[in-house]
């Protein structure tokens, strides 16, 4: 019987232990949050330093290509363009032109003409060619940076919650 009221004994001065341990800690924890001034959040000067670094980083970006232009050329491989004649890619379109004054129905002369315009804007699309420009990777890293610091800062100031 005396070894199990020393058992109990010494559980509960274990216990009171922890108790006090963790009253401390608790209490310590509650002064450091009083004593930290709280931290507070400017959304709209988060919102004008997010928009000026995700308009600068893409303006950047955009500025460190060239772009030439071939009027008529199409895709090429392997060193290999075909070229398309500038007059060859009108014909649809005055073809179109010329139903749209000699039919009566428009439906098959508004295709054709379309089908003109899509043929020129395609042309013009493909015949595009877009070269960067020299720049080394520190260039690179601040230029994209810049864009994932600045869409960050835009998306927090737009989505994040106010408290």
């Known amino acids: 019987m005396n070894l199990d009221e020393e058992m109990k004994k010494l559980e509960g001065q274990v216990k009171s232990e922890e108790d006090s341990r963790k009253a401390k800690k608790k209490a310590r924890a509650e002064a450091a949050a009083a004593a930290a001034p709280p931290k507070k ?24 290509f ?10 090429g491989s392997f060193g290999i363009s075909a070229g398309l004649a500038t007059g060859l890619m009108l ?20 295709l054709v003409i379309g089908l003109g315009v899509l043929i020129i804007l395609v042309t013009l699309l493909t015949s595009v060619r877009f070269r960067p420009m020299t720049a080394s990777l520190w260039q690179y890293v ?21 408290e």
């Open 142 to 162: 601040v230029m994209f940076g810049m864009i994932a610091a600045g869409a960050g800062l835009l998306a927090k100031s737009l989505f994040k919650k106010s």
């Open 66 to 75: 060239v772009v030439t232009f071939s009027w008529g050329s199409l895709w």
């Open 41 to 64: 959040s400017n959304p709209l000067l988060e919102f004008v330093v997010g928009f000026i670094l995700l308009g600068a980083g893409i303006y950047w970006v955009l500025n460190s």
């Open 91 to 110: 014909i649809p379109l005055f073809i179109g032109i010329g139903l749209a004054f000699f039919m009566e129905k428009k439906l098959i002369p508004g």
